[in-house]
């Protein structure tokens, strides 16, 4: 049984960080495509980061330079650092894991972040 779990998220101040974390299990997790995406409230879901199996990335333009995301193949984790958040950043983050060749796409149940003073 696939699982992605998300944690980490939670209500900040804007200019604060979080960091979300997303532990797999029931795929090999080194041969899947991984990424974040996010729901605003009445906003279609987004691409925020994604991180590829060769460990390349690419990121939302709305994002660059403020979040990092990276994965540790061993422990089947894939984490997103968030520096500088915005109130624009309020969304449900969820984990996506994706293997084209193989025709999988899984997501996690997601984690909500709100940035609010």
């Known amino acids: 049984q696939v699982q992605l779990v998300e944690s980490g998220g939670g209500l900040v101040q804007p200019g604060g960080s979080l960091r979300l974390s997303c532990a797999a299990s029931g795929i090999t997790f080194r041969i899947y495509d991984m990424g974040w995406y996010r729901q605003a409230p009445g906003k279609q879901r987004e691409l925020v980061a994604r991180i590829f199996s060769d460990s390349s990335t690419n990121y939302a333009d709305s994002v660059k330079d403020r979040f990092t995301i990276s994965r540790d193949n061993a422990k089947s984790t894939l984490w997103l650092q968030m520096n500088s958040l915005k109130p624009e950043d309020t969304a449900v983050y969820y984990c996506?894991?994706?293997?084209?060749?193989?025709?999988?796409?899984?997501w996690g149940q997601g984690t909500q972040v709100t940035v609010s003073s």
């Open positions: 996506n894991a994706q293997n084209m060749r193989l025709g999988f796409n899984y």
